[in-house]
């Protein structure tokens, strides 16, 4: 199994938090992980992706160009990465933020309302925690959720950590969803 | 596997730097390297060592001199622009002798160039981008947890021989995380009786790199330094051969191009295609012995870089003509395509 992703959002929605959490989920079950951020001329408000790869082999290139699975939170990040998810491939879409629907036929499209499911269960600054979910139960073999909700302590910064047990809800209600 | 933490690459570098008994950190920021000195700065206090973000590179390293005059070990860190500027204190540092790790997390360059992770500077780190007969060491780990060991040997090669070791990442393998296990102190013990710790009780220690005559002094440097490099050509050549034995064709590649080369070599090998990776550790000194055997019988060698094709002529030395050599690089942060690899090496065969 080797399963390369791109998370995407605006800068804050916690994509790079998404990337770690789940590397940290999978190092924790023995499988190689790499993580790489956007950098440099990103900030609050701007757009942020990162590039992970979940495998059961070591990692040769860590660069992640044509994901097997995409993750986006925003439209931008719509626009920029679903015509780069490979043919067979998995979608996965913020539909609170984002209105169109993704127009690709030979990929699994999958809609999650993350912004509305992270308000109903405490805050919607968790949203990326009900995408999460929602890819644990796509794809079981990247993560257990046991895994992931064991891996936020050490995800999260110290000075986040209070989020933590809404987090681990908004992580379930995604998985649920 | 499970003990192991996510870490980046540059926040590895400055852990392992602490654990290999590293207490001062000069340094100027630059992207792609900045959570080196931002790691520094939040740990070095913590285990009693000095943290100073200098004026400017220039400084850095002249500060870098003078804590290893004293005979601490020191590290400083910068990404390609800021090297360049590092330069003069690298030839002075290795003109006096003086031990000293610093690291470049290679950026797009030539000038200011862009923040992506390239491998331009390889002729600057090997054939010395200072003044004189000197060399930096060079290692060029690949991963994160390689990051991590060979910041512990980069310490010890360069008190071992009083030298510059120069750690060559680039702002991929600076960024990215991985998964990466601490590693041990090395423990090895070096005295330093020519540091300037104090001269109470014995004759002073001097610590300069003018050396005015030419003959009994300058010259006698030279030769000394020479004789140290041949040591380190016989000791710490580095280097990694994989599934080398059986292969019609041989990628050449070294840091972060290595990993996309063993990408290609995946999915060609799953074709059926016999081809093989040889990785330098070592930029300088080059494993040349080691790749003349990886290159022997190969029908063609192929070196990527993440440049215009600069260590392609350490390969063409070190192979003088006994091998058919192809070259493909990508300049200014880009990288190479493994497709690209695969369809040129599959061509071989055609």
Redesign the interface.
């Known amino acids: 199994m080797t399963e390369k992703i791109i998370f995407a959002g605006f800068g804050g929605q916690g994509v790079l938090l998404s990337g770690?959490l789940l590397?940290?989920a999978g190092?924790?079950e023995?499988k190689?992980?790499?993580?790489?951020?956007s950098?440099?001329?990103e900030m609050r408000g701007g757009t942020a992706n990162c590039q992970v790869i979940i495998s059961d082999e070591e990692?040769?290139?860590?660069?992640v160009f044509h994901p097997d699975i995409a993750i986006v939170l925003n439209t931008p990040s719509l626009i920029k990465f679903e015509p780069r998810v490979k043919a067979g491939g998995l979608l996965i879409y913020n539909s609170s933020l984002i209105d169109e629907k993704p127009s690709r036929t030979d990929i699994t499209v999958v809609d999650i309302a993350a912004n509305d499911i992270a308000e109903e269960n405490g805050s919607s600054r968790s949203a990326n925690m009900a995408v999460i979910g929602k890819l644990l139960k796509q794809k079981p073999e990247l993560a257990s959720l046991e895994s992931t909700i064991a891996a936020l302590e050490?995800?999260v910064s110290a000075r986040n950590r209070k989020f933590n047990p809404v987090n681990e809800k908004v992580l379930k209600a995604g998985y649920a969803a | 596997?499970?003990d192991?933490?996510?870490m980046k690459g540059n926040e590895v570098l400055g852990e392992a730097a602490i654990i290999a008994g590293c207490r001062y950190y000069f340094g100027y920021p630059i992207?792609?390297q900045n959570e080196v000195p931002a790691y520094m700065a939040r740990r070095l206090p913590q285990v009693d060592g000095t943290f100073l973000q200098a004026e400017s590179e220039i400084a850095a390293i002249n500060m870098v001199f003078g804590a290893s005059a004293a005979g601490a070990r020191v590290m400083t860190s910068s990404s390609s622009p800021g090297i360049s500027l590092k330069q003069e204190g690298i030839s002075y540092l290795s003109g006096a002798r003086l031990p000293a790790v610093v690291v470049n997390m290679m950026r797009g360059g030539p000038g200011l160039g862009n923040?992506?992770g390239a491998q331009g500077d390889y002729y600057q780190a090997t054939r010395g981008g200072g003044n004189g007969d000197y060399r930096t060491v060079a290692l060029a780990p690949a991963t994160v947890q390689e990051i991590a060991d060979l910041t512990i040997k980069s310490f010890d090669i360069a008190d071992k021989y009083r030298v510059v070791v120069m750690l060559m990442g680039d702002?991929?393998l600076g960024?990215?995380?991985?998964?990466v296990s601490l590693p041990e102190p090395s423990n090895q013990k070096f005295d330093k009786p020519w540091a300037l710790s104090g001269a109470e009780g014995r004759e002073p220690n001097i610590v300069a790199s003018l050396r005015l005559n030419p003959e009994d002094a300058l010259e006698k440097l030279n030769d000394e330094l020479q004789a140290t490099y041949t040591q380190i050509e016989e000791n710490e050549t580095m280097s990694e051969s994989y599934m080398t034995d059986d292969a019609d064709y041989l990628l050449v590649a070294y840091g972060m191009s290595s990993?996309?080369c063993?990408?290609a070599?995946?999915a060609l090998r799953k074709e059926g295609v016999k081809v093989g990776l040889f990785r330098p550790i070592t930029l300088w000194p080059f494993p040349e012995k080691e790749l003349q055997k990886a290159a022997e019988g190969k029908q063609k060698v192929l070196t990527v870089e993440m440049s215009a094709g600069q260590m392609l002529e350490d390969v063409k030395l070190s192979l003088n003509g006994t091998a058919d050599i192809d070259f493909y690089g990508r300049t200014a942060g880009m990288?190479p395509d493994?497709d690209e690899i695969v369809r040129r090496v599959k061509n071989y065969g055609k």
């Open positions: 770690k590397c940290i190092m924790r023995g190689y992980v790499s993580h790489i951020p950098y440099g001329a990692v040769a290139s860590p660069v050490e995800a | 596997m499970s192991k933490i996510l992207t792609p923040i992506a702002g991929f960024q990215m995380a991985e998964g990993r996309i063993r990408s070599l995946r990288l493994i």
